[in-house]
């Protein structure tokens, strides 16, 4: 069949569905807001790098021991058996990232986000090397040479060594740090440490340094549903048209007002200095992560033209357009109540928490057997769990039933600090003391050297059927 020839006309034209990325080169800005977010930086930083090599009774304060299920926590062992304080401790969080997004809009992703964190680092890093944002475009667009090698081959030096140093660092928190540093330097490190290590590593550096925008554009969840918890009393980074339009250059010394024009003189710097390369004037987008760079680069400018700050600043939409404002609403007060009722109760099961666990596991292999005095016995095994830091002896006691006889095969229960002590036990009743084919029983575990330490846990006594 032939194919009916193309009708002339203008040439096709190729589409894409996404923009081809250009690099955005942020512009070093001061003010305010950039100290807020450099003593943030500084001091999140300080923490991941710091905590990992603090020490507490002669091991890591900080420590999540996988192999061995204990998760240590300055004075506290935590063991699976408390995964519900992860549990709190996650809600604890979630429903405050609910509350000051709600007050203050993404205040966490402007100030706190680990992307945010890192990526200030790496351009820190960037214009140490490179120079200022003019330079680094001159740098950019000029052909390669071996001054232009270097200077690339220097930051990416630098990236790479942070970027290892910060996921030995992660792993420290896993296998303990002062073990791992020597190992890693011998090639002696386990093959999941090595790969985690450089996992996160290759991590930091392309997110921090490669993608770094991207991540905010189109990885990050946060981005895509944070309207749900935005109203129009929400403060927001935003710009004030009402004030700022008609933009315009002019020179200091000309009446804009008389000239018609507003107090925005569309000299960029707003935009230059926003790491997602967003304009700030066209109104909120979800790309902005709140860092207030634009803030301070406007006030700037206004204040060398002799105008009040505050063209772009932090506001609602509500006092944008005239309309009165409330920082208490419902929603805030809903998110503050369970943020302490959150807090109140995770405090106080830490506070109130037993360091001793004890889990009772019944023998399955047979439901009861007769002793050679015609009692009726059930066996278990009694799983100890010291949690505390010092070692206990304990005395065991089994209660419920009439004239139930506790028989251990020991003379002495004794758990060092972390250890796990499987318990095997057996309970003896007279057939006639049975009322129930299944009958609850306890039993209770006491520390010798301590009467508040101590657990008690309710089994199953299985008899003939009276």
Same mark, same amino acid.
């Given at each position: 069949?032939?194919?009916?020839? @193309?009708?002339?006309?203008?040439?096709?034209?190729?589409?894409?569905?996404?923009?081809?990325?250009? #690099?955005?080169?942020?512009?070093?800005?001061?003010?305010?807001?950039?100290?807020?977010?450099?003593?943030?930086? +500084?001091?999140?930083? =300080?923490?991941?790098?710091?905590?990992?090599?603090?020490?507490?009774?002669?091991?890591?304060?900080? +420590?999540?021991?996988? /192999? @061995?299920?204990?998760?240590?926590?300055?004075?506290?062992?935590?063991?699976?058996?408390?995964?519900?304080? +992860?549990?709190?401790?996650?809600?604890?969080?979630?429903?405050?990232?609910?509350?000051?997004?709600?007050?203050?809009?993404?205040?966490?992703?402007?100030?706190?986000?680990?992307?945010?964190?890192?990526?200030?680092?790496? +351009?820190?890093?960037?214009?140490?090397?490179?120079?200022?944002?003019?330079?680094?475009?001159?740098?950019?667009?000029?052909?390669?040479?071996?001054?232009?090698?270097?200077?690339?081959?220097? #930051?990416?030096? %630098?990236?790479?060594?942070?970027?290892?140093?910060?996921?030995?660092?992660?792993?420290?928190?896993?296998?303990?740090?002062?073990?791992?540093? /020597?190992?890693?330097?011998?090639?002696?490190?386990?093959?999941?440490?090595?790969?985690?290590?450089?996992?996160?590593?290759?991590?930091?550096?392309?997110?921090?340094?490669?993608?770094?925008?991207?991540?905010? *554009?189109?990885?990050? /969840?946060?981005?895509?549903?944070?309207?749900?918890?935005?109203?129009?009393?929400?403060?927001?980074?935003?710009?004030?048209?009402?004030?700022?339009?008609?933009?315009?250059?002019?020179?200091?010394?000309?009446?804009?007002?008389?000239?018609?024009?507003? &107090? !925005?003189?569309?000299?960029?710097?707003?935009?230059?200095?926003?790491?997602?390369?967003?304009?700030?004037? *066209?109104?909120?987008?979800?790309?902005?992560?709140?860092?207030?760079?634009?803030?301070?680069?406007?006030?700037?400018?206004? &204040?060398?033209?002799?105008?009040?700050?505050?063209?772009?600043?932090?506001? $609602?939409?509500?006092?944008?357009?005239?309309?009165?404002?409330?920082? %208490?609403?419902?929603?805030?007060?809903?998110?503050? =109540?369970?943020?302490?009722?959150? $807090? !109140?109760?995770?405090?106080?099961?830490?506070?109130?928490?037993?360091?001793?666990?004890?889990?009772?596991?019944?023998?399955?292999?047979?439901?009861?057997?007769?002793? &050679?005095?015609?009692?009726?016995?059930?066996?278990?095994?009694?799983?100890?769990?010291?949690?505390?830091?010092?070692?206990?002896?304990?005395?065991?006691?089994? =209660?419920?039933?009439? =004239?139930?006889?506790?028989?251990?095969?020991?003379?002495?229960?004794?758990?060092?600090?972390?250890?796990?002590?499987?318990?095997?036990?057996?309970?003896?009743?007279?057939?006639?003391?049975?009322?129930?084919?299944?009958?609850?029983?306890?039993?209770?575990?006491?520390?010798?050297? &301590?009467?508040?330490?101590?657990?008690? $846990?309710?089994?199953?006594?299985?008899?003939?059927?009276?």
């Amino acid at each position: 069949m032939n194919t009916p020839a @193309a009708a002339p006309g203008p040439q096709s034209v190729e589409q894409f569905l996404y923009e081809k990325r250009q #690099k955005i080169y942020p512009r070093e800005v001061h003010g305010l807001f950039a100290r807020l977010r450099t003593v943030s930086v +500084l001091v999140l930083l =300080g923490l991941f790098y710091g905590v990992a090599w603090l020490q507490w009774d002669d091991r890591q304060a900080v +420590l999540w021991d996988l /192999p @061995a299920r204990k998760f240590y926590v300055w004075g506290w062992i935590f063991w699976p058996q408390d995964f519900i304080y +992860l549990a709190l401790l996650l809600m604890l969080a979630g429903f405050a990232l609910f509350f000051f997004t709600t007050i203050a809009g993404r205040l966490w992703c402007g100030y706190a986000c680990p992307q945010t964190v890192w990526t200030e680092t790496f +351009l820190w890093i960037e214009r140490l090397v490179e120079g200022d944002r003019p330079t680094q475009m001159k740098l950019d667009k000029a052909p390669w040479s071996a001054r232009k090698l270097r200077i690339k081959l220097t #930051k990416h030096f %630098l990236w790479i060594v942070f970027s290892l140093f910060t996921g030995f660092t992660f792993v420290g928190y896993f296998v303990p740090i002062r073990e791992l540093g /020597p190992e890693l330097l011998r090639l002696d490190a386990g093959g999941w440490a090595t790969f985690w290590t450089l996992f996160y590593g290759f991590a930091t550096y392309g997110n921090a340094g490669w993608l770094r925008e991207q991540v905010c *554009k189109y990885m990050c /969840p946060y981005a895509r549903f944070q309207s749900a918890m935005f109203d129009r009393d929400t403060l927001i980074v935003t710009y004030d048209p009402g004030r700022g339009e008609p933009r315009g250059s002019r020179k200091r010394s000309v009446d804009h007002k008389a000239a018609g024009l507003g &107090d !925005c003189i569309d000299c960029g710097f707003c935009v230059q200095v926003c790491p997602t390369g967003i304009d700030i004037r *066209k109104g909120l987008q979800y790309e902005c992560i709140s860092c207030s760079a634009c803030i301070d680069a406007c006030d700037s400018v206004m &204040d060398k033209m002799g105008y009040a700050p505050g063209l772009i600043r932090y506001t $609602t939409q509500n006092v944008l357009e005239g309309k009165s404002s409330r920082l %208490l609403r419902p929603r805030v007060f809903i998110y503050a =109540g369970l943020l302490l009722a959150i $807090t !109140c109760g995770l405090a106080w099961s830490i506070a109130a928490r037993t360091p001793l666990g004890l889990d009772v596991i019944r023998d399955r292999n047979q439901l009861f057997r007769e002793s &050679d005095d015609g009692r009726i016995e059930n066996v278990y095994t009694l799983r100890i769990i010291n949690m505390d830091r010092a070692a206990h002896d304990f005395s065991l006691t089994a =209660g419920g039933m009439d =004239g139930v006889q506790l028989v251990l095969d020991t003379d002495r229960i004794q758990a060092a600090p972390g250890e796990v002590v499987d318990l095997p036990v057996r309970l003896r009743v007279e057939e006639d003391a049975i009322r129930l084919r299944s009958t609850p029983v306890t039993f209770t575990l006491v520390a010798v050297d &301590d009467g508040d330490l101590s657990a008690t $846990t309710e089994a199953r006594f299985l008899g003939p059927a009276p």
